[in-house]
């Protein structure tokens, strides 16, 4: 944990203020992204950032991601995904979302890193949407409206599929997709509006847990958050629709502040 930094606090503060703090911490902490240009894992930091993994995984096991789109590529920044999922036609259907999830800025924004979207001005507002690092964005996000949440980052050879949709044509339709990875589509059909279609999107088939290891990432060394304030544009918030969700009980409060430990790295 983050020296000066008081998870239980933290938590404590959160319930307080009516913040949604998320039941069920998981022993799931590797989770395989499966999609049309290729699989991947990511191992969550569970331990470090529980609130943002619990709210990951929430939608992992409900399958809300299934069928959902990468609608931005940043190259050189981010790419990004988590909001949408495509119908039968442009523009894309939003993911139904659960309450914000507690900001927790413990680990820097560096390249191959997953983090949470949220809204501008609000550090408490990440709700569905993440974000792969495509590269060292910690002078830019670690401060930036309080530092995106990092809460896991890609094993393997993981980002070479993640690299290969950064490096994919961009289209500009209307947003959220005006930063829109396509495949099988060329400037051409843009200027001759040939219809976008699930062959042409960046979809991710499914998020599945690969592995129930507890702590799995306790053998990883990832960099703090630096807290550099910078210039530049975050990534783009979740729908601010949002959906149905359960608050963090008494007893799961309890097993939080008194029963749950913390990996110091």
Known sequence: ??????????????????TTIYPGISNATVVEFQTVMGHFEV???DNDTP????????????????????????PGFVEQGGGFTFGMALPLDSIPTNPAVTNEPEFSNVRGTIAMAKLGGDPNSATSQWFFNLVDNSANLDGQNDGFTVFGEVVGNGMD??????????????????NLPLRNYTANDFTNNVPVDDTHLVIVN??????????????????????????GTPPPPAPASGGGGGSFGVFGLL???????????
């Open 1 to 18: 944990m983050h020296p000066g930094i008081n998870r239980r606090s933290l938590l404590l503060a959160a319930l307080l203020s009516g």
């Open 43 to 45: 191992n969550l930091y």
């Open 161 to 178: 599929v993640i690299d290969a949709i950064a490096a994919l044509p961009v289209y500009n339709f209307t947003a959220p997709t005006d």
């Open 51 to 74: 609130a943002t993994v619990a709210n990951f995984l929430d939608y992992v096991n409900n399958g809300a991601y299934t069928n959902s789109v990468y609608h931005r590529s940043a």
């Open 206 to 231: 499914a998020v599945i847990v690969s592995d129930t290891t507890v702590d799995s990432a306790a053998g990883l060394n990832p960099p703090l958050n630096t807290a550099n304030s910078g210039g």
């Open 255 to 265: 097993a939080l502040l008194f029963g749950y430990r913390f990996r110091r790295p």
